[in-house]
């Protein structure tokens, strides 16, 4: 029998082992409150680490999110103005681009921030992207961006995607402020304005998951990854293994995909995770490590 299909929907590189350290270290995971034995990987994130960990847990191919935020920018960087950082977001999507360029398995999903780059100038960036370079989707993170996912700036992004027929990778979850932006029920305007956009929410909801499930009956032609939060499972904020179970049978099976946040979580821990819950069949599972990804993001099997 051939070996099953297994794709990372969600995964993180960067230029270097240190600055995939450094990253990992400011970064802080609060949301799902304190958990003392959630399996943090050891690697450091850079495309020799990516296919590394891809060969030993058997995948043929991985999404590379690149991030991209003003909160993340070295002090330089951060106070040198909107135009360097727009060239800043521009540079850092054009390396994603290179560095996988010559590598089999990797579909980049370039950042977008309208706080930067947004509206008209951010659409053609993407086009861009996607036509001259390979992006295959589009990767947005509302809360350390800080926008409504239904901002004006947005809406140009949302358009092109529709048009090129490619995926938004949200990240999706709480904010210490309080501040809704990536909660589910804050991409419901958008899905009521692009009900065509093909919108992946990251972790399930995150902190705010137990608004995942009526969300996903609103919007069926969202679908979600369950990267972070299985690696949280049993925190304060997080679900049981038998919630977070149900919340997937309760968004459907064949709409959630296997995602890893690599380099902060592991391929082959999170295979063993996903098939270690209950209540989901075998098929389901296998489905959920490469096969629904394949179909719903389009990158190639
Ligand atoms: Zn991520």
């Known amino acids: ?115 930067v780059l947004g509206g008209e100038a951010g659409a053609a960036h993407l086009r861009d992207m996607v036509e001259q370079h390979g992006a295959r989707g589009v990767k947005i993170h509302p809360a350390v961006q800080r926008f409504a996912p239904d901002e004006p700036q947005m809406l140009p992004i949302y358009q092109t995607c529709v048009d090129l027929g490619i995926p938004v990778l949200s990240h999706s979850g709480l904010m210490r402020d309080g501040s809704p932006y990536a909660e589910p029920n804050a991409f419901g305007n958008v899905l ?53 179970a149900q919340l997937i049978i309760d968004v459907g099976p064949e709409r959630v995909m296997m995602g890893t946040d690599f380099p902060w979580y592991g391929l082959a821990e999170t295979v063993n995770q996903v098939m270690k819950l209950p209540l989901l069949s075998h098929d389901q599972k296998t489905a959920i490590l490469g096969a629904n990804a394949s179909r719903v993001l389009k990158v190639p099997a």
């Not at 995964?11 to 609060?30: D, M, R």
């Not at 093909?198 to 679908?223: D, E, M, Y």
């Open 192 to 244: 009521r304005g692009f009900p065509e956009l093909n919108l992946v929410l990251a972790h399930l909801g995150g902190g705010a998951w137990r608004q995942t499930a009526s969300f996903a009956k609103a919007f069926p032609q969202a679908s979600f990854d369950l990267c972070e939060i299985i690696a949280w499972i049993g925190a304060p904020g997080a679900p049981s293994s038998a919630e977070l």
């Open 1 to 115: 029998m051939a070996d099953p299909l297994r794709i990372d929907a969600h995964l993180h590189l960067y230029p270097t082992k240190a600055a995939g350290l450094v990253e990992k270290q400011n970064y802080e995971i609060w949301e799902y409150g304190a958990k003392h034995d959630v399996a943090f990987e050891p690697l450091a994130g850079d495309i020799e680490d990516a296919q590394n960990a891809m060969v030993a847990a058997g995948f043929s191919h991985v999404v590379v999110a690149n991030l991209f935020a003003i909160a993340l920018l070295d002090e330089e960087t951060r106070s040198a103005g909107l135009t360097a950082q727009a060239e800043h977001l521009k540079a850092s999507n054009q390396w994603a681009c290179d560095v996988t360029a010559g590598h089999e398995g990797f579909s980049v999903f370039v950042a977008v921030d309208p706080t």
